[in-house]
T-cell receptor, first 117, second 113 residues
Framework: NAGVTQTPKFRILKIGQSMTLQCTQDMNHNYMYWYRQDPGMGLKLIYYSVGAGITDKGEVPNGYNVSRSTTEDFPLRLELAAPSQTSVYFC????????????????FGEGSWLTVV | EDQVTQSPEALRLQEGESSSLNCSYTVSGLRGLFWYRQDPGKGPEFLFTLYSAGEEKEKERLKATLTKKESFLHITAPKPEDSATYLCAVPAYSGAGSYQLTFGKGTKLSVIP
């Protein structure tokens, strides 16, 4: 059972470099998300997507871009990396969102550890 | 503003010593309260969803309960393998008909043999 798969697991970037974090899910979920997790700060939503071709900003979108060309894939692009983007990034997906029924459970990937030096 | 607060931040228990973790929330119209477990170096792993006050769910040594203002995660006779950070989250309205999970900062549980 693959679920949500993220790559790479670890990456060190130099300030000003760019990179893409890859995320794919095999659960046929409509909704996909990118979160970042900083020590003592909890999970913060960066971007989300409600389906192929539709994306929207979350709480902390600055410095990131996303695209959703297929249901399965939701890559996160970091442009001009800054030390403030050193964090752990989690991709996640769910079938529904914000419903009072089952199916809105969000499932997470294993995380990508990014260090910007 | 919608908010989720977890307490305590950290909890150390002896093996077999039962206790409870707290998650208090302030949202308009609860659309589920989620509990996750996160091990070091891993992504959050889903445990429970509770939808209405009075609801309870159990899994092994864990039992989650929900009131109109808070949720408790009760841990009965914990074992060292229960050591992890436990996260609580609720969907909060973010505009344009969209609801996004708002997470608490978590409770780090350590169970000592």
């Amino acid at each position: 059972n693959a679920g949500v798969t993220q790559t790479p697991k670890f990456r060190i970037l130099k300030i000003g470099q760019s990179m893409t974090l890859q995320c794919t899910q095999d659960m046929n979920h409509n909704y996909m998300y990118w979160y970042r997790q900083d020590p003592g700060m909890g999970l913060k939503l960066i971007y989300y997507s409600v389906g192929a071709g539709i994306t929207d900003k979350g709480e902390v979108p600055n410095g990131y871009n996303v695209s959703r060309s297929t249901t399965e894939d939701f890559p996160l692009r970091l442009e001009l990396a800054a030390p403030s983007q050193t964090s752990v990034y989690f991709c996640a997906s769910s079938y529904r969102q914000g419903s009072s029924q089952s199916g809105n459970t969000i499932y997470f990937g294993e995380g990508s550890w990014l260090t910007v030096v | 503003e919608d908010q989720v607060t977890q307490s305590p931040e950290a909890l150390r228990l002896q093996e077999g010593e039962s206790s409870s973790l707290n998650c208090s929330y302030t949202v308009s119209g609860l659309r589920g309260l989620f509990w996750y477990r996160q091990d070091p170096g891993k992504g959050p792993e889903f445990l429970f969803t509770l939808y209405s006050a009075g609801e309870e769910k159990e899994k092994e040594r864990l039992k989650a309960t929900l009131t109109k203002k808070e949720s408790f995660l009760h841990i009965t006779a914990p074992k060292p393998e229960d050591s992890a950070t436990y996260l609580c989250a609720v969907p909060a309205y973010s505009g344009a008909g969209s609801y996004q999970l708002t997470f608490g900062k978590g409770t780090k549980l350590s169970v000592i043999p």
